[in-house]
T-cell receptor, first 112, second 116 residues
């Protein structure tokens, strides 16, 4: 079952602009991860943030986590056309073994 | 990095036939693999968790006799869609968890199944 809700569901921006995607979840978590999926392909892991972390950076990616609000955001700075993809957050819930629970995803289109 | 190979990438079959999809971890041992189903423009729906050497754990609503999972080795899990029907047409994706990576999953490229 899907735990997370992501917004927006779709986002269209111009190359060079920043893209922000949000994810909310319902139960306590061990960590939260962001994945990217190109159309018709599998998912690729982008970044993981632990429940005791508030912010993390990786290249042009910045992830924040607010456990009090049960929400996370993914910021892609200086977007490129190649960033066009769907982005999913996924949570590892406490006491849920090694399952990932995925959000609904944000479809990002970056126009050249 | 960890690589997961999924085969075939696309299969078309007649209604009533069975289709086998393979998922291999190429450079690591995966005691646990996962099978997902994805409908167009939707998120991934976990179908089952495949554990090496034991029976798979199916999610509620997934027919175990319809979707047979075998995880006979630490690098291979298979999903067989038995007696496929048009409503089984979907995108199926496998993933594998590399032990000790905080539940990061590495995904295959997916299999698009079209049942005529």
């Amino acid at each position: 079952s899907q735990q997370g809700e992501e917004d927006p569901q779709a986002l269209s921006i111009q190359e060079g602009e920043n893209a922000t995607m949000n994810c909310s979840y319902k139960t306590s978590i061990n960590n939260l991860q962001w994945y990217r999926q190109n159309s018709g392909r599998g998912l690729v892991h982008l970044i993981l943030i632990r429940s005791n972390e508030r912010e993390k950076h990786s290249g042009r990616l910045r992830v924040t986590l607010d456990t009090s609000k049960k929400s996370s955001s993914l910021l892609i700075t200086a977007s490129r056309a190649a960033d066009t993809a769907s982005y999913f957050c996924a949570t590892v819930r406490n006491n849920a073994g090694n399952m990932l629970t995925f959000g609904g995803g944000t479809r990002l289109m970056v126009k050249p | 990095g960890a690589v997961v190979s999924q085969h075939p990438s696309w299969v078309i079959c007649k209604s009533g036939t069975s289709v086998k999809i393979e998922c291999r971890s190429l450079d690591f041992q995966a005691t646990t693999m996962f099978w997902y189903r994805q409908f167009p423009k939707q998120s991934l729906m976990l179908m089952a968790t495949s554990n090496e050497g034991s029976k798979a754990t199916y999610e509620q609503g997934v027919e175990k006799d319809k979707f047979l999972i075998n995880h006979a080795s630490l690098t291979l899990s298979t999903l067989t869609v038995t007696s496929a029907h048009p409503e089984d047409s979907s995108f199926y994706i496998c993933s594998a968890r590399d032990w000790g990576t905080e539940n990061i999953q590495y995904f295959g490229a997916g299999t698009r199944l079209s049942v005529l």
